[in-house]
């Protein structure tokens, strides 16, 4: 794919013809210029996590956890497209200007698809979330959309941060992940994978911490033996930003850097994210670094510009400044946070009739935040829609709206000039005078990200705990107690404990991060425009009492392949509007070993409203010792089925859901009889008590 061969070519012709010194200029990711060869200044740093971000204008998708809760390969890719194609506008208007200056280039840092094992992790949210084989599919759609099909690269991805990465956010830089075998290959690596194998991904990004004992960026059985060896990658590895210094400052596996950079080269590192690539000059007359590791590094880097089309005409070099944010992509973004939006609950509240309602009350800190919009890797929109504007635009004149903020998003200092709980009292008002409440409660980037995030309430990006903050928690609750009816809208994420509010409020809306229009989805939805259709990504814990320690990478007890208590939310969670049901599920294919088991699925809307439904397969091994505790989700598909319509879908299960890994990280085939549970949600006993609803089960023996 992309000519790699003749990439490959030209990239070892051109690199032959630079002296050691330039080569090794190429391996960090602010490359200079090299004018004798006609090879312009290049800098690696581009970032489009949910839309070209940190570049200035363009178009605002929903978080990478709300795109997850799409389910939906498909339009992820369309997704993925539309962010390559404004990469790609931007970078020729950056070119012409002469401006090669960090996230104007074509070499995307995304997705994310590290594992959300622990809802406290602060970078969560910029993942597809906890399961593998969702994780896999999506990541394989979103670098297939930024990638494209040409001839060229449209941009190049990456997939990050390899591997078995997913906090404590303060330790990164010193944390040692220990994983087994089998947590390893079951859960950490399949996406990695995927995306390697399948994807075709052009580079893969190291994480911080070390791997069971190893830094990954510097890492021989990550890098060495699985990725360019089992898997046979031949794109390039980056560091993660100044991760190469911690070998030295502070996870001590090197003294000086040196030899820092050194190790991280003879691991195969070819491209470094910070400074310490600075001292591979000084290494290779140390004898630390033979030239041969330094002409491969620059190599590969070069074969990465050329499949970009960066030294010659390239087809996308027409494509124009027009289609930075126009208003197609602006659509695409408005429909990604429609799917992405989780019904929790819906007391006959949802929709809402404007022609019953007088007032609506909008309250909370997140109601009228642009920040809550974005989730973090964003970029600039020129117009933001919050969720009170969206609900203003929708009503218009027929239905007054009054807004209180209520809170800040924590307890902030009034430094004796007021009370404790100062806004809570606005926030009253205007419930007692609303015919119904909408509660905008939640986080944004400053209470969960990454490190150094400004703002972090605990300081590392991570949250403490599954709570909402003690202010936030005490307005639900006042905003409850005047009795009127609340629909409580959460901007998070991750996931949250609600307990609280699905005791007590009418109507619950997981909102995500929702892009910078999100408000008008989000309105959409609460007015019946749009039936929600979105799948939690990820279980909604009762409390954090239910987790393991958050420095524990072992699968026991967590996601919900392994949890063993009830959760709040399970995986694969998500009412609608309509009411769809799998009415029978037949294998349509013989069943033999080592073969992909075709499926053909009924499914009937037994209601008046039109809707998108997930249809979603898991897969229990009823006999292996080595299966996971519970099911796995094994295929889906997002259906649209109007109003008392039927239709016929036909899933592929992959042979892998049919093995097991076992402990010494070893996939195989290990049993022949396996059930299919087919429906909207899992087969668990909180899916069922929920939705109502019953997966059908098919019994699959292999013969």
Known sequence: MFNDVVCKE?????????????????????????PRLNIPAYNWWNEALHGVARAGTATSFPQAIGLAAM?????????????????????????RHGDRDIYKGLTFWSPNINIFRDPRWGRGHETYGEDPYLT???????????????????????????AVHSGPEDLRHEFDAQVSPKDLWETYLPAFEACVKEGQVESVMGAYNRTNGEPCCGSYFLIQDILREQWQFNGHFVSDCWAIKDFHMHHHVTSTPEESAALAMDAGCDLNCGN????VMMANQNGLIPEEQITKAAERLFTTRFKLGLFEDCEYDTISFDKVECQEHIDLAVEAARKSVVLLKNE????????????????????????ALKGNYYGTSSRYITLLEGIQDEVGDEVRVLFAKGCELIKRQTEGLAMEYDRICEALSV????????LC????????????DQGNEVGSGDKKDLELPQVQKKLLERVVAIGKPVILCMMTGSAMNLSYAEAHCKGILQVWYPGARGGKAVADILFGKTSPSGKLPVTFYQSSDQLPAFTDYAMEGRTYRYMKDQPLYPFGYGLSYGKVFCEEAQIMSPLEVGHDVELLVKLFNDSLYDTEEVLQVYVKNETSQYAVLNTSLCAFKRVALKGKAKEEVKLTIPWNAFTIVDAKGERRYDSSTFSLFVGTSQPDTRSEELTKMKPVQVNVIFK
Do not use: W
């Not at 419930?431 to 909408?438: L, M, P």
């Open 431 to 438: 419930a007692e005078h609303s015919d119904v409440v909408i």
């Open 348 to 371: 006959n509240i949802l929709p809402l009739n404007k022609k019953q309602l007088k007032t609506i009350g909008v309250i909370g800190p997140n109601a009228n935040s642009r920040l």
């Open 71 to 95: 389910f939906d390969e498909q339009f992820l890719e369309q997704v993925a497209s539309a962010i390559a194609e404004e990469g790609r506008a931007k970078y020729n208007e950056s070119a």
């Open 10 to 34: 030209k990239a070892v012709q051109l690199v032959s013809q630079m002296t050691l010194e330039e080569k090794a200029s190429q391996l960090t990711y602010n490359a200079p210029a090299i």
């Open 136 to 162: 896999s599919r999506l990541g394989v759609a979103f670098i297939k959309g930024l990638q494209g099909h040409g001839e060229h690269m449209k941009v190049a991805a990456c997939a990050k941060h390899f």
């Open 441 to 452: 409660l939640g986080l944004d980037e400053t209470l969960e990200g990454e490190e150094f």
């Open 276 to 279: 310490t690539y600075l001292h």
